[in-house]
Each structure stands twice: as C-alpha cells, then as structure tokens.
C-alpha cells in the first residue's frame, strides 16, 4: 500500500475523517517458527470509532498489536494507519498513535509528571506546548494530584491510568490499547472504561484488545472476534448477538448423564448448545418450544452475550 | 476517570518535517528522557564512576608507585593517571551500555514504549550510547584532575581529553549495548567482565607500558580500542605527534562504527521480531 501526498497533508493538518480507514491490515501473516501466530488478517477499523479485538489468549491479538507499530514486522499482507503504510513509514503512523502496552514499561525512578513529560520529547510535542500537554494528560487521568509521586508509589490503577495519560499526550489521532484493564479490579476498571468511552465522544480512533466479554460489549461500536490469528466474525455487538445468539441463553442443569441425548435433541431441533461443566447453555432460548422446555427442566435464564457468540462460532471460550 | 473535551483538539505532536530515515530530533527526545531520569539518580552513578578510579589510582599510585619510581622519565602517578582515565571512561560506558541495556530491554520493557513513539532502533541505539558516552567524557576527567593534585602538570592538550572520553566511551557504551542484545540471561554478565572488561584495560598500557608484555599481548593491545585512548590522554598530557594521533583517534573511530553497526542490527533482532 503506498501513502498518497493527499493522505500525508491530512495527516499533517488533522483533517476530519476520510473514507479511508484509520487502520487497515490485508491479508496479514505472521509466524514464529513452526507458529502462524496471526493468519490472514483482514481488518478495516474506520476513523473515530472503537474497534474491540476480542478474543482469548494466544489468538494474536498482542501480534497483530504489535505489527501496527512495526515492533512485529508481518511475513505477508499490508498494514497502513492513517494512509501511513507500515513498516516503511512506521515512524510517521506512530507519530499520529498513542499506544498503552499490555506490560507496564513506567520509568520507576520518575515521578508521575516527569513519565509524562520525558514522553513530551520522544514525541516531539512542541517545546512551547509541553507543560500544557502534561497538564492536559495529567487531567485526563485524574493524576494532577499525584503528579510529584514516584511511579513505585502508584496503585495498579494509577499506573495503568498513567500509563493511558502516557499514550495520549501527544494527542494522537489513533490509540491501541492492548488489554487496557488485564489484572486490574473492578473499580478501577470502570474507572478506565469511563475514558475509554471519552475518546470515542471526541472521534479518536481506538483499537482495544481484550478478552474480557464485558468490556469489548461496552465500549466497542464494533468487535472483531479472533481466534488461531485469523478474524472470525466481526459487526456491532448488539448485531452479532442477535445473529448468533438470540436475546436468551438458558442453562439448564442436565447432569452429565442426560447431557448428550439433550444435546442430540436440541441440534435435531435447530438449537445451538454449549456445555459448561454438566450444565447445557441452550442459546436463542426464547424460540425454545414448551415440548423441549419441559424435557429440560428448570433452567436459569439470562442475556445473550458475546461470550455465548464466540463459543458457537470458535467452540473455543473467550476467558 | 471522567470525560474531557481535550483529546478532540488538534494534535500536540503537528511535526514540522516528515519523520524518515536516520534523524537528530529522536535522539535528542532519548537523551532528554536520559536527562530527566539521570537527574534523579546523578549521585549514586557519579559516586561510584568517580571514586573507584580514583581509589585505583591512589592506591596503586601511591602503594606501587613507592615501587617503581618513574615510567619514561615520569611520576609512576603521572604515568597511573593518565591511563586510569581511560579505565574510567570503560566502566562509565561499558557497564551501563551492558547492565542498563539489558534490564531496560528484559526487564522493564523500556524500549518497547520508546520504540512505539517515533524512534527507530537505530535512533534509540545512538542515544543510548551517546548519553552513556558523554557520562563517561566527563567521568574519565576526574583520575586526570587527582594526577594534576598529584604533581602532572596541566597542559593545554589536556582540554581534548573529554573528547577522547567521549568518542572512546561511546565505542564502549556501544559493545555493552551489543553485548546486551546477545546474551541470554543477567548472569551471562559475569563471563564479559570477566572474559572482556578485565582484559581490556589490563592490555591497554593503563598500569604498565605495553613493551613489557608478550609480543601475542602486544598485537593484542594495538587492536584493543582503549590502549589507543591510553596512548591519546598520555600523549595530551606528555606530548604527541599529531599524525600518531590521528591514528589513534582513527582506531577509535573505526571501532566506534563497526559496533555502532553491530549493536544496531543486534538490537533490531532482540527488539524488532
């Protein structure tokens, strides 16, 4: 893919969106070895929207992660952000992208503001512009308080807070964000879910990757499912759960003994099931007919989630 | 965390010239980020590359001097002095460009949060090494300055020695940044102070002239960088032709490129996959 002179002043000048997508990957192939870590990759994320790249662990989302800032280089495809191909101008597309790694890389020995500001230079925020930049993330993450404490000082939150207010001071016009709230509780989590959100109000371009179900459903306006490096599905979350997994999930405890000729019965009546223990998920439960409700027993009802899609299109589990 | 109108402004980061190829503006972002992190740190770092050459010298200066006497006509002291600054700006560069490189980049991830901003490996290496470099210029000064105290007499020549300091440590800081990209684990550090450091400035003419090793260890001195460091400080301090030192600043130079090289395409392979 190569950068048009259009596609560099716009980048250049911040222009609103383009019919281009912010990000874009074709075709993509990455191997380790014997391992095809990402396989095929085709993902198009449209400017000022949340992508959620769900999927469990060892699905390539941190390759695919990684790929888009050039610290993987792919076997095959093509990658561009922004109009930026990657890798041959991988310095310029992480110029417009803020990046919040899954691994916490905070400098321990540096004070909060001073994490922030040493990142001012590597990203070549104007010298006249630095304070105003620190000050501007230290508010996004509600740090201005902490912002003489040194980093070994910090809670778990705070450092991934920092971490995030690391990645936007610049102001990127892309952010990936990899496993944003992975180990955190869920306070915190909430807490980071709220900012999230606040980046897509303001029409910044984010990739998240995740795995957990809650957090993809919440935030994304779309979630592309990924497993064994390849997308399997991916739409607005609301639109794949309808597809694939209707508005109920009933499970019901069958006992390991019945489990199989309910499962047979279900499948012969056009039902999807899935096993949890000796307990059977039956989805679209809502068309579930009174002949094969009473058969079943007592169930527990609940919403259809992304979890339940995932499993019926992968038979892999997401956590 | 609540939201905020501010990320939907315009860029900070509106960069003035297109980033490609090898360029100024990211090491300088690495070296202001070396610069904030070493302000926190100075005194730990200064103490121990300042006093253990400087205990070098005096002990040795003093203890072997009684000894020896003179060394071409010089102060055993004088003659100590001047070599233990090259032995400085070794451990100032090599250490860190060894430790520093390899617990940012195994352990603290480091490079992986510089390299996601607009830095390449190239650009990251060279500041590294820079930095370490110039630590290491001014470190290597303060064995000069105890030998002045001690007797040597200053001369004007001795103003190029930060120089030498600088372009020798940042060949040093480079190797140790090599070496960090190749080996596997932190006790593999042992084997290069061991079976690289202590060589290098045991053959390098710092506590006794060349002339008295074996002829092997002699070949071996004229193709290790720091005798011609040595040689340089000496000659600044006692008197140099100049084409020598050019030569000797021209074997500095050409080890300086080689491992920038090495430790580049080394660090691309350990960071980049």
Known sequence: MTSSPQSDRSALRHEPSSPQPAISLRGVVKRFGDITAVDGLDLDVPEGTVMGLLGPNGAGKSTTMRMLTAQSLADEGEISILGHPVPRESKWARSLMGVVPQHDNLDEELTVEENLRSFTYLYRVPRRERAAAVERALRIAHLEHRRDTFTEKLSGGMRRRLLIARGLVHRPRVVLLDEPTVGLDPQVRQELWGLITALREEGVTVLMSTHYIEEAERLSDEVALMAKGRIVRRGAPADLIAEYAGRTVEEYAVGLDGIEVMEKTLHAAGFTTRRTGSALSVLRAEELPDSLRDQLGSGMRRASNLEDVFVTLTGEKVE | ?273
Request: hydrophobic residues 55%; contains cysteine; glycine residues 10%.
């Open chain 2, 1 to 273: 965390m609540t939201a905020t109108r501010d990320t939907a402004a315009p860029a900070a980061t509106d960069l003035r010239t297109r980033p490609r190829g090898f360029e100024i503006a990211p090491i300088l972002g690495v070296l202001a980020r070396e610069w904030a992190l070493y302000r926190r740190i100075w005194a730990p770092i200064t103490f121990s590359a300042i006093v253990e050459p400087v205990l070098y010298l005096l002990a040795f200066g003093m203890g072997m001097g009684a000894l020896v006497g003179t060394i071409g006509g010089y102060d055993y002291i004088e003659f100590l002095g001047t070599g233990i600054v090259a032995m400085s700006v070794l451990f100032s560069s090599m250490f860190p460009g060894l430790i520093d490189t390899f617990v940012r980049r195994r352990f603290q991830h480091t490079y992986e949060g510089v390299l996601a901003a607009p830095v390449d490996v190239r650009e990251l290496v060279t500041g590294e090494a820079l930095w370490i470099a110039l630590k290491a210029g001014v470190y290597g000064c303060a064995p000069l300055l105890v030998a002045i105290g001690f007797g040597l007499e200053p001369t004007w020549a001795m103003l190029l020695v930060p120089f030498v300091g600088v372009l020798t440590g940042f060949g040093f800081a480079l190797l140790g940044i090599l070496l960090a990209a190749v080996i596997p684990s932190i006790r593999t550090v042992d084997y290069v102070i061991s079976g690289l450091i202590t060589p290098l400035f045991l053959v390098a003419g710092t506590f006794f002239p060349i002339d008295q090793l074996p002829g092997w260890a002699q070949t071996a001195a004229l193709v290790n960088p720091l005798y011609h460091c040595v040689e340089l400080v000496r000659g600044f301090a006692f008197g140099i032709d100049v084409l020598a030192a050019l030569g000797h600043l021209a074997v500095i130079a050409l080890f300086a490129v080689v491992v920038w090289f090495l430790a580049v395409h080394l660090m691309r392979r350990r960071l980049i996959d």
